[in-house]
């Protein structure tokens, strides 16, 4: 089992930037594909970016050129540098790691960014 806990969000205006960070208990490197995802008030929780076992990324068409994911398998730490925010971006965002053979998905608490205009 792991466990993840997100940190980094916060309150940011409009074209700005923020590091968020996901640290998981144990080593994520070899059976997990890691990811974030996000969840505004009233709407259902999407994608955001994904980052496979290997290292391969996936981005969500709406974060493409602005976000980009990455893992250091060393820390078992993922991380969703986002830059040129909008206010559409305003969500909870949470860690997702998905264990790819038994296709078990855990997730962190989330953290809160919110973008203002």
């Known amino acids: 089992q792991v466990q993840l806990v997100e940190s980094g969000g916060g309150l940011v205006q409009s074209g700005g930037s923020l590091r968020l960070s996901c640290a998981a208990s144990g080593s994520i490197s070899r059976n997990y594909a890691v990811g974030w995802y996000r969840q505004a008030p009233g709407k259902q929780r999407e994608l955001v970016a994904t980052?496979?076992?290997?290292?391969?990324?996936r981005y969500a068409d709406f974060v493409k050129g602005r976000f980009t994911i990455s893992k250091d398998n060393t820390k078992n730490t993922v991380t969703l540098q986002m830059s040129s925010l909008k206010p559409e971006d305003t969500a909870v965002y949470l860690c997702?790691?998905?264990?790819?053979?038994?296709?078990?998905?855990?997730w962190g608490q989330g953290t809160q960014v919110t973008v203002s205009s």
């Open positions: 997702n790691a998905r264990h790819v053979y038994i296709n078990v998905d855990y």
């Open positions: 980052i496979s076992k290997v290292g391969s990324t």
